[in-house]
């Protein structure tokens, strides 16, 4: 047995619809702050604890920093908390390790 489980609770196409606007308006805000050579993407997945706006960042340098969120995290319409969160784990993510393209010794 794998023990109990919730059951996930389906969002109607409106909620959908503003959770896909919350994970929009996240990485809009996302893109704002941090500077050219990150590429930042929203888009909705199903996982195991129902439907999620799910922000991804590839920085220029480091591994993809992503997060994900439930509607219930964009209610207050606040998004520039997340999106700051999101754009310090890239920006940490890019400082912490060089560069791709730096040349080594000779």
């Known amino acids: 047995m794998h023990g109990n489980h919730d059951e996930t609770v389906e969002l109607t196409t409106k909620q959908r619809r503003q959770l896909r606007a919350g994970g929009t308006a ?6 704002e702050l941090l500077p050219k050579g990150f590429v930042i993407g929203a888009e909705l997945i199903d996982g195991h604890d129902g439907v999620q706006a799910a922000i991804a960042v590839r920085p220029p340098n480091g591994t993809v920093v992503s997060a994900g969120f ?6 207050d319409g606040d998004t520039d908390d997340i999106a700051q969160q999101i754009a310090a784990g890239a920006a940490l993510e890019a400082m912490s390790n060089p560069s791709r393209h730096q040349q080594t010794g000779r």
């Open 26 to 31: 996240v990485a809009a805000r996302t893109r």
């Open 70 to 75: 439930q509607l219930s995290e964009f209610d």
